[in-house]
């Protein structure tokens, strides 16, 4: 495979961290190099926060990523904020439930997803961030989605596993409509 | 054994158990306290002491009396906090006690901002509290560097029973990468040794004590001291070479700073540039002699650029590894800004055009 940087950005509470975190330990269950880099600052609930997750086969130089191969946009600050930074040819996952407008990339893959009704509909609306990394993965297939489900499962097993069903349904959602390359019109 | 994907900060209080420290006296400081957070839950499961204390000005006093008893200890902060303890290094080097101390640095000067910096860098390799001592300074560039290392500061600190030094960005603290501890369960205690006081029933009185009135008595102190740091720059110089061997351009950086130059460095080279990187791993000991030769060898009109998140402090010891050999060009971002691997790719294509 070839190194992958992924830039998942969202308002804080969101989740983006958390699921950039199962990405990078599904790609570390996969035998890949991964590192994750939080922004980190004086930050709060509501306000911005955002992780670059870095796979590759070989050892990561930089964790931090000037131009990211692909964004998750969990909001229309982060979309505003990094879309131009993105890698030609790149990936941007844009969360149609909070984003109205199109994206302005006409030379990367864009994938609009109503994050909030999928994982509504998988059972919980908390889920919207796997529905996310759903679909990034759909979209791209960096990693068998197995290694992610598991990864997803192992964030819950601290007493909260009744939350582990809805989760990998959202991530489910997401990999099917990431799949189906619902490419912005 | 296995991988476990962690972050920097709680990685290193494992990596402490690992390597056998069992005392750490601490105070909360961003972007930090994951360490004293993780070892505050672990500590007491393998039979540790854990102590909030209440400044880093009584922290570092415990690590000296804790380091006096002769039990491997440790305290942790971020750049306001070291500042505050450097009375405290003074006296525990010039006690010449064992002791580690990482430094997760921020931005500065005075309160700064909590975001990744490498500003202290003049303060740890140059003493940091008063008089002739210096800290053995260690600087990770990832995760598992920084575990690794943990193992090394306590047994440097048992070697030359002085205060070492880990030096990192905030970065390393707050990353996450996947790392393996080398060292199963709770590591060796300090070994047996002749000035650590246990209690003197049975044999001659021990002494710790760094008030020394009569000058001659105090100069043999520092010369003591002064051969210790010169058998610590002797052997235990630590360094990475990354890229071409003969470069037009040579980069000189560390830790974290160090992979997004290796980043720049990859996309000049696949531009046909050819660029080399040198990384010490001891601040101090700073490896100047690898460094030279790696200059010596450069072809003539050859570049050296040292690249910092800082105003340029780092760039004086690549000065003095030239000696006047080279000129150094620098660049740096500081304040909580972190040069990005596109800045300095930049600079490297303005200076190999």
Redesign the interface.
Known sequence: MKATSVLMAGFGGQGMLLAG?AL??AA?AEGL??????S???EMRGGTANVIVCVSKDP????????PDALLAMNLPSLDRFEASVAPGGTIVVNATLVARACARDDCRVVRVDARALAQAAGSERAANFVMLGAYVGATALLPTRAAETAIADEFRDGRERHIAANVLAFRAGVEAGSANEVQA | MSKVLMKGNEALGEAAIRAGCVHFFGYPITPQTEIPEYLCKRLPEVGGVFVQAESEVAAIHMVYGAAGAGVKCMTSSSSPGISLMAEGMSYIAACELPCVVINMMRAGPGLGGILPAQSDYFQATRGHGHGDYQCLVLAPASVQEAVDLMTLAFDLAEKYRNPVMVCADGMIGQMMEPVEFRAEGRGPAMAENDWALTGCEGRPRRIVNSLHLAPEKNFAQNVRLKEKYDRAARDEVRFEVYGDERPDLLLVAFGTMARICKSAIDDARREGRRVGLFRPITLNPWPYAPCRAIMDAMPEGAKVLDVEMSMGQMVYDVKLAAEGSRKIEFYGLAGGLVPSPDQVAERIRALLP
């Open positions: 975190k990078a330990q570390m190099q991964v590192s994750w880099l939080p980190y600052g004086p990561i130089a930089s964790p931090l990523v000037s131009r």
